[in-house]
């Protein structure tokens, strides 16, 4: 987490809408020089009637821009249990635009200082407090998924069903895989989905998580299979960005094919740790 004291609000959100408007500008600009017959750029926007000049728009826009983004935080902070007074993050806004500040600027530091602090505090214990409630949800839903027809069970705590057996050889760890798959939560919150997306995917089957190298060796091409995998073979107590810590994953998994490594292929070329990450590397 950033310093809060060593930039302020308004810095940040002018520093953002300079940057998206020299993003926008540089694309302009590329997109005329990579084709002569492009349309000439359009206009920008007139002021609206609401305001006098387009220095006026810009400013309230800035303004607009930075309460947006102080609401949010204060949102955020409440979910960690910490309730902000509005009226007052407002008033500070305004006593610093008057040069009338009731705390001067070490009273500032050291009071953002305690605050950063505290919101440090907050978010550690909801992320412990979520990763065992996760550990435990997991549990659950392994337990009731085991009892099902047709489930297996490995060594590593994965558990599988074998919905369509496929033929010919399983894949090999150096082997290239060609699949369709959705990925969810035991809640059923969907973090990945190659049939939305529209394409399967294609990685080496040693370079994504545990559950999956394991898990596809049970079928062959053209079958299909349902993946319960417990956190320690998926992302276990860190997570990643859309999968809590201690996360049970549940894939459905399409073998589509089968590409077999050439001989001379090294062990350690560099491959995506997960389905997700191939997704984007593509």
């Known amino acids: 987490m950033k310093s809060l004291f060593k930039v302020t609000l308004l810095a940040t959100t002018m520093a953002l809408a300079l940057g998206a408007t020299q993003a926008m500008a540089a694309d302009a600009a590329k997109a005329t020089d990579s084709t002569a017959a492009a349309p000439a750029a359009t206009a920008p926007a007139t002021t609206n009637a609401q305001f006098k000049n387009d220095d006026e728009q810009a400013a309230y826009a800035l303004g607009a821009s930075l309460g947006r983004y102080m609401d949010n935080s204060l949102k955020e902070q409440e979910k960690l249990g910490i309730k902000l007074d509005k009226d007052q993050l407002i008033a500070g806004v305004q006593d610093a635009f008057a040069n009338k500040s009731k705390l001067s600027d070490a009273d500032i530091e050291k009071t953002l200082q305690t605050f950063e602090a505290k919101v440090k505090a907050s978010a550690q214990q909801k992320m412990e407090a979520d990763a065992k409630a996760n550990e435990a949800a997991g549990e659950k839903f392994r337990a009731d998924f085991a009892k099902e027809k047709g489930v297996k069970k490995t ?87 859309g999968i809590p810590a201690n996360s049970t994953l549940v894939f459905e998994v399409e073998l589509l094919d089968i590409k077999p490594a050439p001989k001379a292929d090294a062990k350690d070329a560099t491959q995506p740790a997960s389905p997700a990450a191939a997704a984007k590397s593509e």
């Open 155 to 241: 060594d590593t705590g994965l558990l599988y069903l074998v919905e369509k057996p496929g033929t010919g050889a399983a894949p090999k760890d150096s082997d290239t895989v060609v699949v369709n798959y959705k990925g969810s939560l035991p809640d059923g919150t969907v973090f990945d989905d190659s049939y939305k997306r529209g394409e399967p995917l294609s990685f080496r089957l040693d370079g994504v998580i545990p559950g999956w190298t394991e898990g596809l060796k049970h079928i062959k091409k053209g079958g299909k299979i349902k993946l319960v995998i417990p956190p320690a073979q998926a992302y276990g107590a860190s997570g990643v960005p």
